[in-house]
């Protein structure tokens, strides 16, 4: 968790006025298991909100996000001009494509083209990664349902 104390106050001081930069540089490392403690720890976890994420990578074309799911909870139905990965660290999640369900229980990795329809729900308490890259504005296409491109890792 980035943090630093300010000489004023001797407070930890975090959020995105301190972290600017921090989450892209050259490298970066993670301790995976670390971080989900943490993230067991949030306000918004303990709460019962019903997920808790942290962005670790931040790039203008790159974004790696840790996301703890309770049993139960649902990301709603959302696209993106980005090619995602969803790699199941924990638990069991549940991708709902338009033409297909997909299962990822825990070690489980999914790559999702850019602007294909999905919803994702925890089955269980799960955590999960999530990798979002853009393309060139200029590489961005509309989703075009063709079930044969969705199956397995064989892509038309």
């Not at 549940?94 to 070690?107: E, F, I, N, S």
């Not at 089955?123 to 853009?134: K, Q, R």
Request: contains cysteine.
């Amino acid at each position: 968790m980035a943090t630093a104390l300010t000489k004023k106050s001797r407070r930890p001081r975090s959020g995105h006025e301190f972290i600017k930069g921090a989450l892209s540089k050259p490298l970066l490392r993670f301790d995976l298991n670390s971080e989900l403690d943490q993230l067991y720890q949030d306000e918004s976890w303990l709460k019962a909100a019903g997920r808790s994420s942290k962005t670790l990578v931040k790039h203008p074309d790159l974004r790696i996000v840790l996301i703890a799911m309770k049993a139960n909870s649902r990301m709603h139905e959302h696209t993106t001009t980005a090619r995602i990965s969803v790699q199941s660290l924990s638990g069991h999640i549940r991708l709902h494509l338009p033409k297909q369900v997909v299962d990822l229980p825990a070690g489980h990795l999914l790559a999702l083209d850019q602007c294909v329809p999905h919803d994702l729900e925890a089955t269980e308490d799960s955590a999960f990664l999530l990798t979002v890259s853009w393309p060139p504005e200029a590489e961005t296409k509309e989703y075009k349902a063709d079930p044969k491109s969705m199956i397995g890792g064989k892509r038309k």
